[in-house]
């Protein structure tokens, strides 16, 4: 309270508060606090719509105030803006930045102070305590999709696109997904850019350059507003037949739920901005609930005439079902890491009083698909599953959406589809393995590096993103290169084995082993000693988990690297089960927060481990 005071009072003197909400209380909670907001501009109808939705949703927490400024554009003023906010003595610190790269630094300098969450795009690092973003892959491949929707099945075959977008990183990124989703249907693609992305700019960009529309079929604006100026210009133009999609799919007048209504457009993708999630993340992160993610990751939809009353209905939240039956696909008991996962699940599920059933199976897909059935057939509310393989799952997938069973993918991911899950909850494995590679070039500056690399289960999500977040970064460099790879299953057994082969097929010639899990790291150390091989000097030795049998070998020199894949999923999944529940829309990902530990972690991050 005393903090609160304060910074109300210095508000009021400087006169440059932007907005200060007062309370109310449809939800109430023990916080008093005061959140800094930084935003990007208030120009763009995106940071508008952001800045109504933090508005709102802060309305609903007594106790909780809001002080906004508007950096209008410019980065230098946003790092001017973000330390007058801490001069006010703010207690949490949203921020929207212009440029990431300008302003990573203030950014981290925050972190040091109070917890930050970064909106719309991710800075450099990993000095936040939260991103709230979209994908805007998928957004380009959904806009993809609604073109190739429209052109119908056939078509493609003579048609021809027009992609109006705008000098900026998110329009870049989509982009690149539009185009390619376009072209593997063989359509042909041209883009302009606009000096600004508004209808005016849309509008008379047509109309001064008619020729731009010629054997055009669609047009896809990478903005509703955009795509409203497209809509005007081919009135005035008199010229028919065009059709339009754009992109943001916001309520409101002329917002591209309306103009889909309207048959104004034919169809949108929408974008959500995070300012409700970052609210209830802020108020989460400021009362120290454990179990905060690192990344939300926001899901699009695609909006078509058909759809549009649907989508626009509100589902009212309900109350917390009484019981909820919860089905839990998990895989065997491969890795130490994996009984953690399992003990997490469960524990949470008492604590949320949820129903759960869960059982294993061997790692078979067949096996696992077969759970998923008798799951359906028993009619749970939720099944959440660990695909032990990424691949082939699309059958069983569908069978859930046609009995409306929602699908939770914890740990490990599929190849589908997003559309045919509701959410993933788990790690950034792709980022693991960069990891790995960043220390490993780091700790061994000058030489060459000859890379053993030990695999997880063939086909699984976390063996193929680590191998490919590892790859990416050591193809930057000439001078380190995976002289072999091997599958060692994701346990002990099988990563001595995999070096046992290689020793005495090739002989030893290994600078570094890049294991994608602990156990198999940890599976090789008493083997590499018997064969006189030191590892941790002799040969360095990097592995993902984060167990404590990892971080005491680690402790003792002979393992150099551990990067972290958080296994306590249990409460994230049951709160996500519980909101799923309640009719709020969950996220697309929910990514959890993970740390490297070297030889030079302090120990006080070693203690107390829990698994
Ligand atoms: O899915 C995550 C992986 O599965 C872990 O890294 C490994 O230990 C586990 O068994």
């Known amino acids: 309270m005393r903090r609160f005071k304060r910074a109300f009072t210095g508000l009021l003197c400087l006169a440059l508060l932007a907005v200060l909400l007062p309370g109310c209380s449809t939800r109430k909670t023990s916080v008093e606090c005061v959140i800094g907001v930084s935003l990007a501009n208030l120009r763009e109808q995106w940071r508008l719509v952001l800045k109504d939705e933090l508005e709102a949703e802060a309305e609903k927490y007594d106790g909780v105030r809001l002080v906004m400024t508007d950096a209008a554009g410019d980065s230098e003023k946003q790092e001017a803006d973000v330390e007058r906010l801490m001069s006010y003595d703010i207690d949490l610190l949203i921020i929207s930045p212009t440029d990431v790269e300008a302003l990573t630094p203030v950014i981290s300098k925050t972190y040091e102070k109070i917890p930050v969450i970064v909106l719309d795009r991710a800075v450099e690092g990993y000095d936040y305590s939260l991103f709230i973003g979209p994908d805007n892959n998928l957004i380009g491949r959904q806009a993809g999709k609604a073109v190739l929707e429209l052109l119908g099945e056939d078509g493609g075959s003579d048609a021809s696109v027009l992609e109006m977008k705008n000098d900026s990183f998110a329009s870049e990124s989509r982009s690149a997904e539009f185009v390619k989703t376009v072209s593997e249907a063989e359509v042909p693609t041209r883009s302009i850019d606009l000096p600004e992305a508004t209808r005016d700019c849309a509008e008379d960009t047509l109309l001064s350059d008619p020729e731009l529309l010629e054997g055009v079929d669609v047009i896809f604006a990478h903005n509703d ?58 108020v989460d992160i400021i009362n120290q609930v454990s179990g905060i993610p690192k990344q939300i990751i926001l899901r ?13 209905r509100e589902t009212p939240l309900t109350e917390k079902p009484a019981v909820i039956r919860v089905g839990y696909a998990q895989i065997g008991e491969e890795s130490h890491r994996r009984e ?20 294993f199976t061997q790692p078979l897909v067949e096996e696992q698909t077969r759970l998923v059935q008798r799951f359906i057939h028993q ?20 069978e859930a ?26 790690a950034d494995f792709e980022e693991e393995g960069r990891r790995c590679a960043r220390w490993l070039l780091d700790e061994l500056p000058e ?25 990416e970064v050591i193809d930057g460099s000439s001078r380190c290169r995976i002289v072999h790879s091997a599958c060692g299953n994701f ?37 590499l000693a018997e064969q006189g091989i030191q590892p941790g000097t002799d040969v360095k030795i990097m592995s993902i988990d984060g167990t404590s049998d990892a971080l005491d070998a680690l402790q003792s020199g002979r393992v150099n690297c551990v990067v972290e894949c958080n296994p306590l999923l249990g409460p994230q999944l049951m709160k996500a089960i519980t909101d799923l529940m309640q009719g709020k829309e969950l996220p697309l990902r929910i990514i959890t927060d993970e740390s490297v530990f070297t030889k030079d972690t302090p120990r006080s991050q070693f203690q107390n481990r829990k698994y």
């Open 401 to 426: 959406r046609a009995a409306g069973i929602p699908i939770l993918l914890v740990d490990r991911m599929v190849d589908e589809e997003e559309g045919m899950y509701t959410s993933f909850i788990g």
């Open 447 to 471: 030489q060459t590096i000859r890379v053993l690399e030990l695999r997880g289960t063939e086909g699984s999500s976390p063996a193929q993103s680590r191998k490919n977040g590892f790859e």
């Open 225 to 282: 507003y955009m795509a409203y100026g497209a809509h005007l210009a081919l009135e005035e133009l008199g010229v028919n037949g065009i059709r339009i999609v754009g992109l943001d799919g916001f309520s409101g007048e002329n917002g591209g739920l309306q103009l889909v209504e309207q048959g104004v457009i034919d169809a949108t993708v929408t974008c959500p901005t995070g300012g409700t999630e970052a609210i209830r993340y802020a």
């Open 340 to 359: 953690a996962c399992t003990e997490s699940i469960r524990q949470a599920a008492k604590d949320f009083d949820v129903d759960l059933t869960m059982e």
């Open 491 to 527: 346990t002990r057994e099988g990563g001595r084995l995999a070096v046992q082969e290689y020793l005495e097929h090739r002989g030893w010639d290994i600078d570094a082993i890049f294991a994608h899990n602990d156990d198999m790291a940890l599976g090789t150390l008493e083997y």
């Open 300 to 312: 699009s939809h695609q909006i078509r005439p058909d759809n549009v009353a649907d989508y626009q």
């Open 379 to 398: 009619d749970m509310d939720v099944i959440v599953i660990s695909p032990v393989v990424a691949e082939g799952w699309l059958p069983v997938l569908e």
